[in-house]
Protein backbone atom coordinates (compact mmCIF):
# COMPACT_ATOMS: atom_id res chain seq x y z
CA UNK A 1 0.00 0.00 0.00
CA UNK A 2 1.52 3.57 -0.78
CA UNK A 3 0.98 5.77 2.43
CA UNK A 4 2.19 8.87 0.55
CA UNK A 5 3.98 9.62 -2.38
CA UNK A 6 5.81 12.71 -4.25
CA UNK A 7 8.18 13.24 -1.41
CA UNK A 8 11.91 14.18 -2.52
CA UNK A 9 14.15 11.40 -1.45
CA UNK A 10 12.72 10.41 1.83
CA UNK A 11 14.22 8.96 4.73
CA UNK A 12 13.38 8.07 8.45
CA UNK A 13 10.00 7.53 9.29
CA UNK A 14 9.05 8.56 12.58
CA UNK A 15 5.82 8.27 14.13
CA UNK A 16 4.84 11.19 16.65
CA UNK A 17 3.12 11.12 19.98
CA UNK A 18 -0.72 11.88 17.97
CA UNK A 19 0.24 9.26 15.33
CA UNK A 20 1.02 11.91 12.58
CA UNK A 21 4.33 10.95 10.75
CA UNK A 22 7.54 12.97 10.40
CA UNK A 23 9.84 12.13 7.37
CA UNK A 24 13.45 13.47 6.24
CA UNK A 25 13.37 14.87 2.67
CA UNK A 26 16.73 15.01 1.53
CA UNK A 27 16.90 16.73 -1.63
CA UNK A 28 20.12 18.55 -2.50
CA UNK A 29 19.50 22.23 -1.40
CA UNK A 30 15.71 22.32 -0.41
CA UNK A 31 15.74 19.25 2.31
CA UNK A 32 13.12 19.59 4.73
CA UNK A 33 11.68 17.43 7.66
CA UNK A 34 8.29 17.05 6.66
CA UNK A 35 4.50 16.10 8.62
CA UNK A 36 2.50 13.81 7.45
CA UNK A 37 -1.06 13.25 9.17
CA UNK A 38 -2.12 9.91 9.85
CA UNK A 39 -4.01 8.64 6.83
CA UNK A 40 -1.43 10.51 4.79
CA UNK A 41 -3.23 12.38 2.98
CA UNK A 42 -2.39 15.78 4.65
CA UNK A 43 1.21 17.33 4.85
CA UNK A 44 3.03 20.16 5.81
CA UNK A 45 6.92 21.67 6.69
CA UNK A 46 7.88 21.33 9.98
CA UNK A 47 11.13 22.97 9.62
CA UNK A 48 13.47 23.47 6.90
CA UNK A 49 16.93 21.56 6.82
CA UNK A 50 20.08 20.97 4.49
CA UNK A 51 19.98 17.75 3.68
CA UNK A 52 18.37 15.42 6.87
CA UNK A 53 18.34 12.15 7.35
CA UNK A 54 17.65 10.16 10.62
CA UNK A 55 15.67 11.18 13.36
CA UNK A 56 14.73 10.14 16.60
CA UNK A 57 11.91 11.66 19.01
CA UNK A 58 13.01 12.94 22.27
CA UNK A 59 12.26 11.94 25.92
CA UNK A 60 9.73 14.80 26.29
CA UNK A 61 7.59 13.39 23.13
CA UNK A 62 8.12 16.82 21.80
CA UNK A 63 11.13 17.87 20.50
CA UNK A 64 13.10 16.24 17.59
CA UNK A 65 16.79 15.19 16.95
CA UNK A 66 17.94 15.05 13.41
CA UNK A 67 21.24 14.27 12.21
CA UNK A 68 22.12 16.39 9.53
CA UNK A 69 24.23 15.80 6.66
CA UNK A 70 25.60 18.30 4.28
CA UNK A 71 26.25 20.56 7.43
CA UNK A 72 27.44 17.77 9.54
CA UNK A 73 25.57 17.80 12.53
CA UNK A 74 23.13 16.65 14.58
CA UNK A 75 20.37 19.03 15.45
CA UNK A 76 17.52 19.58 18.28
CA UNK A 77 14.52 21.14 17.35
CA UNK A 78 11.71 22.08 19.86
CA UNK A 79 8.31 21.63 18.84
CA UNK A 80 7.63 24.25 16.57
CA UNK A 81 10.39 23.17 14.65
CA UNK A 82 12.88 25.65 15.68
CA UNK A 83 16.57 24.83 16.32
CA UNK A 84 17.53 25.11 19.72
CA UNK A 85 20.99 22.69 19.97
CA UNK A 86 23.32 21.80 17.35
CA UNK A 87 26.96 19.35 17.80
CA UNK A 88 29.11 18.87 15.11
CA UNK A 89 31.74 17.08 16.44
CA UNK A 90 33.52 14.87 18.92
CA UNK A 91 36.28 16.51 20.85
CA UNK A 92 38.93 17.74 17.78
CA UNK A 93 37.08 14.99 15.76
CA UNK A 94 34.21 16.29 13.15
CA UNK A 95 31.32 14.45 12.15
CA UNK A 96 31.23 13.79 8.40
CA UNK A 97 27.75 11.91 7.39
CA UNK A 98 25.54 11.75 10.46
CA UNK A 99 23.04 8.79 9.70
CA UNK A 100 21.29 7.16 12.06
CA UNK A 101 20.39 7.44 15.64
CA UNK A 102 18.28 5.87 18.33
CA UNK A 103 17.77 6.01 22.69
CA UNK A 104 19.79 3.43 24.42
CA UNK A 105 18.60 1.57 27.28
CA UNK A 106 21.15 3.85 29.32
CA UNK A 107 19.25 7.13 28.15
CA UNK A 108 22.13 7.84 25.74
CA UNK A 109 21.88 8.54 21.86
CA UNK A 110 23.95 5.92 19.68
CA UNK A 111 24.51 8.09 16.73
CA UNK A 112 26.12 6.58 13.52
CA UNK A 113 27.98 8.51 10.92
CA UNK A 114 29.27 6.98 7.74
CA UNK A 115 32.51 7.93 7.58
CA UNK A 116 32.67 9.70 3.66
CA UNK A 117 31.31 13.82 3.39
CA UNK A 118 28.16 13.68 1.07
CA UNK A 119 29.93 16.02 -1.57
CA UNK A 120 32.14 13.25 -1.96
CA UNK A 121 29.75 10.33 -2.88
CA UNK A 122 26.72 12.08 -4.57
CA UNK A 123 27.54 14.63 -7.09
CA UNK A 124 25.05 16.27 -9.98
CA UNK A 125 22.63 14.67 -7.72
CA UNK A 126 23.86 11.09 -8.31
CA UNK A 127 25.35 9.05 -6.28
CA UNK A 128 28.60 8.15 -7.73
CA UNK A 129 29.74 4.27 -7.50
CA UNK A 130 33.91 4.90 -7.81
CA UNK A 131 33.60 6.25 -4.28
CA UNK A 132 31.48 3.91 -2.90
CA UNK A 133 34.52 1.57 -2.44
CA UNK A 134 37.09 4.28 -0.99
CA UNK A 135 38.31 4.56 2.35
CA UNK A 136 35.35 5.47 4.49
CA UNK A 137 35.66 6.37 8.58
CA UNK A 138 32.42 4.95 9.94
CA UNK A 139 31.96 5.43 13.53
CA UNK A 140 29.81 4.96 16.16
CA UNK A 141 29.01 7.68 18.55
CA UNK A 142 27.37 8.10 22.04
CA UNK A 143 25.68 11.62 23.28
CA UNK A 144 24.22 12.26 26.76
CA UNK A 145 21.72 14.21 25.65
CA UNK A 146 21.72 16.25 29.02
CA UNK A 147 25.38 17.45 29.01
CA UNK A 148 25.74 17.16 25.26
CA UNK A 149 29.15 15.42 25.67
CA UNK A 150 30.26 13.30 23.22
CA UNK A 151 32.24 10.00 22.71
CA UNK A 152 33.30 7.95 20.25
CA UNK A 153 32.81 4.27 20.81
CA UNK A 154 33.70 2.50 17.88
CA UNK A 155 35.42 3.63 14.21
CA UNK A 156 36.74 1.74 10.91
CA UNK A 157 33.37 1.04 9.86
CA UNK A 158 32.07 0.83 5.61
CA UNK A 159 29.64 3.27 5.51
CA UNK A 160 28.02 2.88 9.02
CA UNK A 161 24.48 3.41 8.64
CA UNK A 162 21.08 1.85 10.51
CA UNK A 163 20.98 0.58 13.98
CA UNK A 164 18.50 -0.10 16.27
CA UNK A 165 18.51 -1.97 20.02
CA UNK A 166 16.63 -5.29 19.67
CA UNK A 167 14.37 -6.56 22.67
CA UNK A 168 17.68 -8.88 23.67
CA UNK A 169 18.88 -5.37 24.50
CA UNK A 170 21.67 -5.57 22.53
CA UNK A 171 22.75 -3.34 19.62
CA UNK A 172 22.59 -3.69 15.74
CA UNK A 173 24.48 -1.38 13.55
CA UNK A 174 24.42 -2.18 9.84
CA UNK A 175 27.61 -1.18 7.50
CA UNK A 176 26.41 -0.61 4.14
CA UNK A 177 29.48 -1.17 2.12
CA UNK A 178 29.83 -4.78 3.01
CA UNK A 179 26.20 -5.77 3.79
CA UNK A 180 26.81 -7.03 7.15
CA UNK A 181 24.58 -6.30 10.78
CA UNK A 182 26.73 -6.38 13.83
CA UNK A 183 25.47 -6.59 17.10
CA UNK A 184 27.12 -5.06 20.49
CA UNK A 185 25.90 -6.84 24.03
CA UNK A 186 24.53 -4.58 26.44
CA UNK A 187 24.42 -5.29 29.91
CA UNK A 188 24.67 -2.45 32.21
CA UNK A 189 26.75 -0.56 29.08
CA UNK A 190 27.56 -1.02 25.58
CA UNK A 191 30.51 -4.15 25.60
CA UNK A 192 32.92 -3.27 22.53
CA UNK A 193 34.71 -6.30 22.56
CA UNK A 194 31.33 -8.05 22.34
CA UNK A 195 31.23 -6.93 18.45
CA UNK A 196 30.51 -9.74 16.33
CA UNK A 197 28.63 -10.20 13.04
CA UNK A 198 25.14 -11.19 13.20
CA UNK A 199 24.11 -11.47 9.84
CA UNK A 200 24.67 -10.51 5.86
CA UNK A 201 21.35 -8.91 4.18
CA UNK A 202 22.42 -7.91 0.72
CA UNK A 203 21.90 -10.11 -1.87
CA UNK A 204 24.71 -11.37 -3.74
CA UNK A 205 23.31 -12.17 -7.03
CA UNK A 206 21.77 -8.77 -7.25
CA UNK A 207 22.97 -5.60 -8.02
CA UNK A 208 26.90 -4.86 -6.90
CA UNK A 209 26.99 -1.42 -7.52
CA UNK A 210 25.77 1.03 -4.83
CA UNK A 211 23.65 -1.10 -2.62
CA UNK A 212 22.75 -2.30 1.13
CA UNK A 213 21.47 -2.24 4.18
CA UNK A 214 20.23 1.55 5.27
CA UNK A 215 18.03 1.80 8.15
CA UNK A 216 17.07 -1.34 10.36
CA UNK A 217 14.21 -1.73 13.02
CA UNK A 218 12.65 -5.11 14.80
CA UNK A 219 9.25 -6.32 16.17
CA UNK A 220 8.33 -7.82 19.51
CA UNK A 221 8.86 -11.14 18.48
CA UNK A 222 12.92 -9.80 18.36
CA UNK A 223 12.93 -10.32 13.74
CA UNK A 224 15.11 -7.24 12.44
CA UNK A 225 13.61 -6.03 9.19
CA UNK A 226 16.86 -3.96 7.04
CA UNK A 227 15.85 -1.69 4.14
CA UNK A 228 18.28 -2.64 1.04
CA UNK A 229 19.20 0.20 -0.53
CA UNK A 230 19.06 -0.53 -4.14
CA UNK A 231 17.86 -3.85 -4.62
CA UNK A 232 14.18 -3.12 -4.01
CA UNK A 233 13.49 -4.99 -0.78
CA UNK A 234 13.24 -5.09 2.80
CA UNK A 235 15.31 -8.01 4.68
CA UNK A 236 13.55 -10.27 7.46
CA UNK A 237 15.65 -11.42 9.70
CA UNK A 238 15.00 -14.04 12.74
CA UNK A 239 16.09 -13.54 15.85
CA UNK A 240 18.82 -16.73 14.92
CA UNK A 241 20.14 -14.08 11.68
CA UNK A 242 18.51 -15.68 9.29
CA UNK A 243 17.06 -14.17 6.35
CA UNK A 244 13.84 -15.81 6.31
CA UNK A 245 12.17 -13.41 3.54
CA UNK A 246 11.69 -10.36 1.57
CA UNK A 247 9.23 -7.60 1.29
CA UNK A 248 9.70 -6.45 -2.29
CA UNK A 249 9.25 -2.58 -2.71
CA UNK A 250 8.07 -0.86 -5.82
CA UNK A 251 11.08 1.20 -6.19
CA UNK A 252 14.73 0.06 -5.96
CA UNK A 253 15.72 2.22 -2.91
CA UNK A 254 13.94 1.76 0.39
CA UNK A 255 16.03 3.68 2.83
CA UNK A 256 14.12 3.44 6.31
CA UNK A 257 11.48 1.38 8.51
CA UNK A 258 9.26 1.98 11.21
CA UNK A 259 6.39 0.19 12.78
CA UNK A 260 3.09 2.24 12.97
CA UNK A 261 1.14 2.35 15.74
CA UNK A 262 0.56 -0.15 18.56
CA UNK A 263 -1.83 -2.78 17.20
CA UNK A 264 -1.88 -1.65 13.46
CA UNK A 265 1.18 -4.50 12.72
CA UNK A 266 2.25 -2.34 10.19
CA UNK A 267 5.90 -1.46 8.73
CA UNK A 268 6.22 1.87 6.87
CA UNK A 269 9.15 1.91 4.24
CA UNK A 270 10.67 5.17 2.62
CA UNK A 271 11.67 4.99 -0.76
CA UNK A 272 13.98 7.38 -2.45
CA UNK A 273 13.65 6.35 -6.15
CA UNK A 274 10.16 6.99 -6.23
CA UNK A 275 9.82 9.74 -3.18
CA UNK A 276 7.24 7.32 -1.42
CA UNK A 277 5.92 5.92 1.68
CA UNK A 278 4.72 1.90 1.39
CA UNK A 279 3.31 0.11 4.05
CA UNK A 280 3.08 -3.75 4.53
CA UNK A 281 1.00 -5.57 6.91
CA UNK A 282 3.03 -8.22 9.19
CA UNK A 283 1.74 -10.60 12.08
CA UNK A 284 3.43 -8.46 14.88
CA UNK A 285 3.91 -5.04 16.04
CA UNK A 286 7.28 -3.15 16.56
CA UNK A 287 9.34 -3.49 18.76
CA UNK A 288 8.96 -0.16 21.10
CA UNK A 289 12.54 0.60 22.14
CA UNK A 290 14.21 2.44 24.77
Not at 92 to 101: E, G, H, Q
Not at 162 to 174: I, K, Q, R
Not at 227 to 232: E, L, S, V
Amino acid sequence: MIFAEGLEYPEAPLLLSNNDWLVAEMAMGSGRLTQLSACGEHRKTFTDCSRPNGLLLDKDGKSIWAAETWQPSLIKFDELGAEVLRITSCGDLSFMWPNDLVYGPDGYIYLTDSGILVRDLIKDGRLDPDVWNSPMRGRLFRIDPVTHSVECLDEGLLFANGLAFGPDGNLYLAETVTGLIYRYVFSSHLELESKEIFTSVTDPSGPSRVVGPDGITFDQAGNLYAAIFGQGHVACVSPEGVVSRSLVTRGSCPTNVSFGPEDSKQLYVTEYQRGRVEVFDLSADGFAGY
